[in-house]
Protein backbone atom coordinates (compact mmCIF):
# COMPACT_ATOMS: atom_id res chain seq x y z
CA UNK A 1 0.00 0.00 0.00
CA UNK A 2 1.26 3.74 -0.78
CA UNK A 3 -0.02 7.28 0.49
CA UNK A 4 0.86 10.18 -1.83
CA UNK A 5 3.52 12.31 -0.20
CA UNK A 6 1.43 15.84 1.30
CA UNK A 7 1.92 18.59 -0.58
CA UNK A 8 2.66 20.80 2.08
CA UNK A 9 5.72 21.05 4.24
CA UNK A 10 4.93 19.55 7.70
CA UNK A 11 5.28 22.55 10.30
CA UNK A 12 6.20 19.29 13.40
CA UNK A 13 9.01 18.29 10.96
CA UNK A 14 10.07 21.42 10.52
CA UNK A 15 10.04 22.39 14.16
CA UNK A 16 12.49 19.27 14.34
CA UNK A 17 14.95 20.38 11.90
CA UNK A 18 14.82 23.83 13.86
CA UNK A 19 15.67 22.05 16.99
CA UNK A 20 18.78 20.38 15.74
CA UNK A 21 19.93 23.52 14.26
CA UNK A 22 19.76 25.58 16.72
CA UNK A 23 21.09 23.01 19.08
CA UNK A 24 24.12 23.20 16.49
CA UNK A 25 24.45 26.97 15.90
CA UNK A 26 24.30 27.24 20.08
CA UNK A 27 27.08 24.40 20.44
CA UNK A 28 29.46 26.17 18.19
CA UNK A 29 28.56 29.74 19.04
CA UNK A 30 28.59 29.22 23.06
CA UNK A 31 31.36 26.02 22.74
CA UNK A 32 33.70 27.57 20.08
CA UNK A 33 33.71 31.35 20.41
CA UNK A 34 37.59 32.46 22.34
CA UNK A 35 36.97 33.58 25.96
CA UNK A 36 33.14 32.57 26.25
CA UNK A 37 32.77 32.34 30.07
CA UNK A 38 31.75 28.94 31.12
CA UNK A 39 29.23 27.64 32.61
CA UNK A 40 28.94 23.57 33.69
CA UNK A 41 25.11 23.44 32.66
CA UNK A 42 25.75 25.37 29.53
CA UNK A 43 28.45 23.25 28.51
CA UNK A 44 26.51 19.87 29.08
CA UNK A 45 23.72 21.60 26.89
CA UNK A 46 26.35 22.24 23.94
CA UNK A 47 27.54 19.06 23.80
CA UNK A 48 24.85 17.68 21.93
CA UNK A 49 26.05 18.91 18.88
CA UNK A 50 26.37 15.58 17.21
CA UNK A 51 22.90 14.05 18.53
CA UNK A 52 21.74 17.07 16.18
CA UNK A 53 23.86 15.99 13.12
CA UNK A 54 22.33 12.71 14.13
CA UNK A 55 18.99 14.05 13.98
CA UNK A 56 19.22 15.84 10.70
CA UNK A 57 20.36 12.17 9.42
CA UNK A 58 16.68 10.71 10.21
CA UNK A 59 15.16 13.66 8.92
CA UNK A 60 16.86 13.53 6.02
CA UNK A 61 16.18 10.14 5.57
CA UNK A 62 12.75 10.53 6.10
CA UNK A 63 11.96 13.63 4.15
CA UNK A 64 13.63 12.42 1.07
CA UNK A 65 11.75 9.01 1.19
CA UNK A 66 8.94 10.98 1.42
CA UNK A 67 9.08 12.68 -1.56
CA UNK A 68 7.38 11.13 -4.84
CA UNK A 69 10.03 11.47 -7.43
CA UNK A 70 9.42 10.61 -11.14
CA UNK A 71 12.30 8.56 -11.36
CA UNK A 72 16.45 8.26 -10.50
CA UNK A 73 17.15 11.60 -13.01
CA UNK A 74 14.12 13.86 -11.35
CA UNK A 75 15.33 12.75 -7.86
CA UNK A 76 19.39 13.35 -8.43
CA UNK A 77 18.29 16.70 -9.97
CA UNK A 78 16.39 17.59 -7.55
CA UNK A 79 19.22 16.48 -4.70
CA UNK A 80 21.83 18.36 -6.27
CA UNK A 81 19.93 21.43 -6.89
CA UNK A 82 18.66 21.86 -2.91
CA UNK A 83 22.36 20.84 -2.06
CA UNK A 84 25.39 22.04 -4.44
CA UNK A 85 24.19 25.92 -5.05
CA UNK A 86 24.29 26.82 -0.73
CA UNK A 87 27.23 24.66 -0.25
CA UNK A 88 29.95 25.63 -2.55
CA UNK A 89 28.85 29.68 -2.31
CA UNK A 90 30.03 28.79 1.38
CA UNK A 91 32.69 26.87 0.65
CA UNK A 92 33.39 29.59 -1.56
CA UNK A 93 32.92 32.39 1.81
CA UNK A 94 34.57 30.36 3.78
CA UNK A 95 38.21 30.41 1.89
CA UNK A 96 37.58 34.21 1.66
CA UNK A 97 37.39 34.43 5.12
CA UNK A 98 40.45 32.73 6.21
CA UNK A 99 42.24 34.28 3.26
CA UNK A 100 41.10 37.33 4.96
CA UNK A 101 42.59 35.97 8.76
CA UNK A 102 45.87 34.51 7.02
CA UNK A 103 45.17 31.11 7.02
CA UNK A 104 44.42 29.93 3.23
CA UNK A 105 44.08 26.16 2.85
CA UNK A 106 46.03 23.85 0.76
CA UNK A 107 44.57 23.67 -3.27
CA UNK A 108 43.97 19.34 -2.40
CA UNK A 109 42.28 19.96 0.86
CA UNK A 110 40.07 22.70 -0.96
CA UNK A 111 39.38 20.57 -4.00
CA UNK A 112 38.42 17.59 -1.90
CA UNK A 113 35.64 19.80 0.23
CA UNK A 114 34.63 20.55 -3.33
CA UNK A 115 34.72 16.89 -4.21
CA UNK A 116 32.83 15.66 -1.37
CA UNK A 117 35.59 13.81 -0.29
CA UNK A 118 36.26 15.09 3.06
CA UNK A 119 35.80 13.20 6.79
CA UNK A 120 36.03 14.16 10.22
CA UNK A 121 37.95 11.41 10.68
CA UNK A 122 41.19 11.07 7.73
CA UNK A 123 43.59 14.29 8.20
CA UNK A 124 44.61 14.78 4.64
CA UNK A 125 41.10 15.65 3.64
CA UNK A 126 40.18 16.81 6.54
CA UNK A 127 37.26 19.74 5.76
CA UNK A 128 38.08 23.48 5.37
CA UNK A 129 39.15 24.91 8.90
CA UNK A 130 36.29 26.92 8.26
CA UNK A 131 34.08 24.77 7.13
CA UNK A 132 34.22 21.84 9.33
CA UNK A 133 30.31 21.24 9.34
CA UNK A 134 30.73 20.19 5.93
CA UNK A 135 31.57 16.39 6.62
CA UNK A 136 28.14 15.87 7.25
CA UNK A 137 27.04 17.35 3.76
CA UNK A 138 29.95 14.87 2.17
CA UNK A 139 27.97 11.85 4.13
CA UNK A 140 24.59 12.95 2.76
CA UNK A 141 26.02 12.54 -0.46
CA UNK A 142 26.93 9.49 0.14
CA UNK A 143 23.36 8.20 1.46
CA UNK A 144 21.79 9.72 -1.54
CA UNK A 145 23.73 8.12 -4.17
CA UNK A 146 23.02 4.94 -2.08
CA UNK A 147 19.11 5.45 -2.19
CA UNK A 148 19.02 5.44 -5.80
CA UNK A 149 19.88 1.61 -5.61
CA UNK A 150 17.02 1.60 -2.81
CA UNK A 151 14.50 2.90 -4.88
CA UNK A 152 15.06 0.28 -7.62
CA UNK A 153 15.22 -2.36 -4.80
CA UNK A 154 13.07 -1.66 -2.22
CA UNK A 155 13.64 -4.61 -0.17
CA UNK A 156 17.62 -3.84 -0.11
CA UNK A 157 16.20 -1.47 3.59
CA UNK A 158 16.73 -4.35 6.27
CA UNK A 159 20.28 -5.49 4.85
CA UNK A 160 21.31 -1.96 4.71
CA UNK A 161 20.58 -1.12 8.09
CA UNK A 162 21.64 -4.39 9.51
CA UNK A 163 25.22 -3.94 7.28
CA UNK A 164 25.63 -0.10 8.82
CA UNK A 165 24.90 -1.86 12.66
CA UNK A 166 27.37 -4.05 12.41
CA UNK A 167 30.00 -1.59 10.57
CA UNK A 168 29.09 0.44 13.53
CA UNK A 169 29.86 -2.33 16.45
CA UNK A 170 32.77 -3.48 14.09
CA UNK A 171 34.77 -0.11 15.89
CA UNK A 172 34.24 -1.52 19.36
CA UNK A 173 36.27 -4.91 18.66
CA UNK A 174 39.12 -3.38 15.82
CA UNK A 175 41.27 -0.48 17.24
CA UNK A 176 41.32 1.72 14.40
CA UNK A 177 43.35 5.03 15.34
CA UNK A 178 41.95 8.28 14.57
CA UNK A 179 44.01 8.84 11.30
CA UNK A 180 43.64 5.03 10.23
CA UNK A 181 42.51 5.51 6.33
CA UNK A 182 39.94 2.67 6.90
CA UNK A 183 38.37 3.86 9.70
CA UNK A 184 37.48 7.43 7.70
CA UNK A 185 35.01 5.35 4.90
CA UNK A 186 33.64 2.96 8.33
CA UNK A 187 32.35 5.83 10.17
CA UNK A 188 30.02 7.15 7.14
CA UNK A 189 28.76 3.72 6.64
CA UNK A 190 27.91 3.52 10.86
CA UNK A 191 25.93 6.78 10.33
CA UNK A 192 24.21 5.48 7.47
CA UNK A 193 22.13 3.63 10.34
CA UNK A 194 20.67 7.04 11.13
CA UNK A 195 19.44 7.88 7.97
CA UNK A 196 17.98 4.63 7.22
CA UNK A 197 15.95 5.23 10.33
CA UNK A 198 14.16 7.79 8.56
CA UNK A 199 13.61 6.01 5.64
CA UNK A 200 12.34 3.14 7.92
CA UNK A 201 9.73 5.69 9.28
CA UNK A 202 8.46 6.53 5.74
CA UNK A 203 7.99 2.83 5.06
CA UNK A 204 5.95 1.89 8.52
CA UNK A 205 3.73 5.01 8.61
CA UNK A 206 2.94 4.19 4.27
CA UNK A 207 2.30 0.36 5.66
CA UNK A 208 -0.28 2.16 7.88
CA UNK A 209 1.73 1.86 11.22
CA UNK A 210 1.33 4.66 13.27
CA UNK A 211 2.73 5.48 17.05
CA UNK A 212 1.39 7.57 19.42
CA UNK A 213 2.90 11.21 20.16
CA UNK A 214 2.90 10.18 23.85
CA UNK A 215 4.91 6.91 23.32
CA UNK A 216 7.42 8.54 20.55
CA UNK A 217 8.07 11.42 22.98
CA UNK A 218 8.82 9.28 25.83
CA UNK A 219 10.95 7.13 23.53
CA UNK A 220 12.52 10.85 22.68
CA UNK A 221 13.70 11.06 26.33
CA UNK A 222 14.98 7.62 26.70
CA UNK A 223 17.21 8.06 23.39
CA UNK A 224 18.08 11.61 25.20
CA UNK A 225 19.39 9.26 27.68
CA UNK A 226 20.59 6.70 26.12
CA UNK A 227 22.80 9.44 24.11
CA UNK A 228 24.74 10.49 27.20
CA UNK A 229 25.97 7.13 28.03
CA UNK A 230 29.10 6.37 26.28
CA UNK A 231 30.08 2.86 25.59
CA UNK A 232 33.68 3.60 24.38
CA UNK A 233 36.12 6.64 23.19
CA UNK A 234 36.11 9.25 22.18
CA UNK A 235 32.67 9.62 23.85
CA UNK A 236 31.88 12.14 21.11
CA UNK A 237 31.64 9.76 18.28
CA UNK A 238 30.58 7.06 20.31
CA UNK A 239 28.68 4.62 18.05
CA UNK A 240 25.92 3.11 20.11
CA UNK A 241 24.77 5.99 21.98
CA UNK A 242 24.41 8.14 18.93
CA UNK A 243 22.17 4.97 17.36
CA UNK A 244 20.54 5.21 20.57
CA UNK A 245 19.55 9.09 20.33
CA UNK A 246 18.58 8.80 16.29
CA UNK A 247 16.67 5.27 17.41
CA UNK A 248 14.47 7.93 20.04
CA UNK A 249 14.22 10.92 17.55
CA UNK A 250 12.97 8.46 14.98
CA UNK A 251 10.44 7.51 17.50
CA UNK A 252 9.26 10.87 17.80
CA UNK A 253 9.42 11.91 14.20
CA UNK A 254 7.12 8.62 12.98
CA UNK A 255 4.22 10.02 15.57
CA UNK A 256 4.63 13.18 13.64
CA UNK A 257 4.90 11.73 10.37
CA UNK A 258 1.80 8.91 11.18
CA UNK A 259 -0.03 11.65 12.29
CA UNK A 260 -0.34 13.02 9.04
CA UNK A 261 0.17 10.54 6.66
CA UNK A 262 -0.77 7.58 7.90
CA UNK A 263 -4.56 8.92 9.15
CA UNK A 264 -7.24 6.66 8.05
CA UNK A 265 -5.13 3.97 6.90
CA UNK A 266 -3.41 3.34 10.12
CA UNK A 267 -3.99 -0.57 10.91
CA UNK A 268 -2.15 -0.51 14.13
CA UNK A 269 -1.03 1.87 16.55
CA UNK A 270 2.09 1.72 19.21
CA UNK A 271 1.06 2.17 22.70
CA UNK A 272 3.62 1.48 25.19
CA UNK A 273 2.01 0.47 28.82
CA UNK A 274 2.99 2.12 31.86
CA UNK A 275 4.42 -0.83 33.13
CA UNK A 276 6.48 -1.15 29.82
CA UNK A 277 7.71 2.25 30.35
CA UNK A 278 8.68 1.83 33.68
CA UNK A 279 11.00 -1.30 32.74
CA UNK A 280 12.49 0.84 29.76
CA UNK A 281 13.26 3.80 31.92
CA UNK A 282 14.49 1.56 34.89
CA UNK A 283 17.24 0.32 32.48
CA UNK A 284 17.58 3.53 30.93
CA UNK A 285 18.89 4.64 34.15
CA UNK A 286 20.34 2.36 35.15
CA UNK A 287 22.81 2.71 32.57
CA UNK A 288 23.26 6.44 32.50
CA UNK A 289 23.87 6.28 36.44
CA UNK A 290 26.34 3.61 36.49
CA UNK A 291 28.23 4.51 33.20
CA UNK A 292 27.75 8.03 31.85
CA UNK A 293 30.76 10.69 32.31
CA UNK A 294 27.98 13.15 32.14
CA UNK A 295 28.04 15.95 34.50
CA UNK A 296 25.93 15.55 37.19
CA UNK A 297 23.39 18.57 36.51
CA UNK A 298 22.83 16.96 33.01
CA UNK A 299 22.23 13.52 34.89
CA UNK A 300 19.65 14.98 36.96
CA UNK A 301 17.98 16.35 34.67
CA UNK A 302 17.51 13.66 32.30
CA UNK A 303 16.61 11.84 35.33
CA UNK A 304 13.83 14.19 36.27
CA UNK A 305 13.05 13.92 32.64
CA UNK A 306 12.54 10.27 31.63
CA UNK A 307 10.86 9.96 35.26
CA UNK A 308 7.77 12.54 34.13
CA UNK A 309 7.57 11.12 30.45
CA UNK A 310 7.47 7.54 32.01
CA UNK A 311 4.38 8.40 34.32
CA UNK A 312 2.81 11.45 32.67
CA UNK A 313 3.80 11.26 28.89
CA UNK A 314 0.33 12.38 27.35
CA UNK A 315 0.13 15.39 30.06
CA UNK A 316 4.13 16.51 28.84
CA UNK A 317 2.91 16.26 25.47
CA UNK A 318 0.01 18.40 26.01
CA UNK A 319 2.18 20.55 28.18
CA UNK A 320 5.13 21.27 25.65
CA UNK A 321 2.64 21.79 22.70
CA UNK A 322 1.00 24.51 24.46
CA UNK A 323 4.64 26.06 25.14
CA UNK A 324 5.75 25.82 22.19
CA UNK A 325 2.51 27.29 20.17
CA UNK A 326 3.39 30.76 20.31
CA UNK A 327 7.15 29.56 19.39
CA UNK A 328 6.10 27.60 15.74
CA UNK A 329 5.94 29.95 13.33
CA UNK A 330 9.41 31.37 14.28
CA UNK A 331 10.72 27.78 14.56
CA UNK A 332 8.96 26.76 11.07
CA UNK A 333 10.91 29.80 9.71
CA UNK A 334 14.30 28.45 10.94
CA UNK A 335 13.33 24.83 9.72
CA UNK A 336 13.58 26.20 6.37
CA UNK A 337 16.54 27.82 6.16
CA UNK A 338 17.97 25.23 8.59
CA UNK A 339 20.40 24.07 5.80
CA UNK A 340 22.40 27.47 5.09
CA UNK A 341 22.00 28.19 8.91
CA UNK A 342 23.94 24.83 9.49
CA UNK A 343 26.32 26.01 6.61
CA UNK A 344 26.77 29.84 7.25
CA UNK A 345 27.31 29.74 11.03
CA UNK A 346 30.35 28.17 11.83
CA UNK A 347 32.95 30.38 9.18
CA UNK A 348 31.60 33.80 10.64
CA UNK A 349 32.62 32.05 14.41
CA UNK A 350 35.79 31.49 12.98
CA UNK A 351 36.55 34.75 11.74
CA UNK A 352 35.33 36.46 15.02
CA UNK A 353 37.92 34.43 17.10
CA UNK A 354 40.65 34.92 13.96
CA UNK A 355 40.50 38.65 13.95
CA UNK A 356 39.07 39.74 17.38
CA UNK A 357 37.44 42.61 16.91
CA UNK A 358 35.01 42.14 19.66
CA UNK A 359 34.61 40.34 23.31
CA UNK A 360 33.33 37.03 23.53
CA UNK A 361 29.78 38.26 24.31
CA UNK A 362 29.22 40.86 21.35
CA UNK A 363 30.91 38.34 18.91
CA UNK A 364 28.17 35.84 19.92
CA UNK A 365 25.47 38.52 19.07
CA UNK A 366 27.00 39.77 15.78
CA UNK A 367 27.75 36.38 14.57
CA UNK A 368 24.00 35.18 15.83
CA UNK A 369 22.71 37.94 14.14
CA UNK A 370 24.63 37.47 10.65
CA UNK A 371 24.16 34.10 10.35
CA UNK A 372 20.16 34.30 10.29
CA UNK A 373 20.27 36.95 8.17
CA UNK A 374 22.30 35.17 5.30
CA UNK A 375 21.29 32.08 5.83
CA UNK A 376 17.58 33.49 4.98
CA UNK A 377 19.42 35.13 1.62
CA UNK A 378 20.39 31.84 1.16
CA UNK A 379 17.71 29.28 1.75
CA UNK A 380 14.89 32.11 1.06
CA UNK A 381 16.13 34.20 -1.90
CA UNK A 382 19.35 32.51 -3.60
CA UNK A 383 18.06 28.90 -3.70
CA UNK A 384 14.60 29.63 -5.08
CA UNK A 385 16.10 31.67 -7.54
CA UNK A 386 18.57 28.90 -8.52
CA UNK A 387 15.71 26.41 -8.70
CA UNK A 388 13.81 28.44 -10.95
CA UNK A 389 16.62 28.68 -13.78
CA UNK A 390 17.03 25.26 -13.74
CA UNK A 391 15.08 22.83 -15.98
CA UNK A 392 13.40 20.78 -13.69
CA UNK A 393 14.29 22.32 -10.84
CA UNK A 394 10.93 22.89 -9.41
CA UNK A 395 9.33 19.92 -7.00
CA UNK A 396 5.83 19.15 -7.28
CA UNK A 397 3.94 17.89 -4.34
CA UNK A 398 6.64 17.60 -2.37
CA UNK A 399 7.78 18.11 1.27
CA UNK A 400 10.76 20.45 1.68
CA UNK A 401 13.71 18.33 2.44
Known amino acids: MTTPAPSHRLASVEMLRAACALQVLFTHLYGETLDMPQNSLLVSVASFSLEAVAGFFVLSGCVISLQNYTGAVSYIRSRLVRIL ?5 MLLVSVALMALCGVLPSLGRFFGNALFVQTLFWDPLFPVRFYVPSWSLAYEIYYYAAFIVMMMMPRLLVPLFVASVAVGLSLYVIPWGPSDKLSAVLHPLAYFSFWLVGVGIT ?3 RAGHAISLATGAYLFVIGICIGRVP ?3 PA ?3 FLRLLGFSLGFGFLLWAFVSQTIAGAATRRTLVLSLVARCVISAVALAILWKVSTAHLSMKLI ?9 FGPAMMVRGVTWALRPLQPFLVYVGGLSYALYLVHYPLVQTFNALGLFGPIVSVAVAGVLSFALAHFLDYMFQPWVRARIPGGRRRGTVQA
Open 302 to 310: TTMAVAVFT
Open 203 to 205: RLC
Open 231 to 233: FAE
Open 236 to 238: KYD
Open 85 to 89: PIYYV
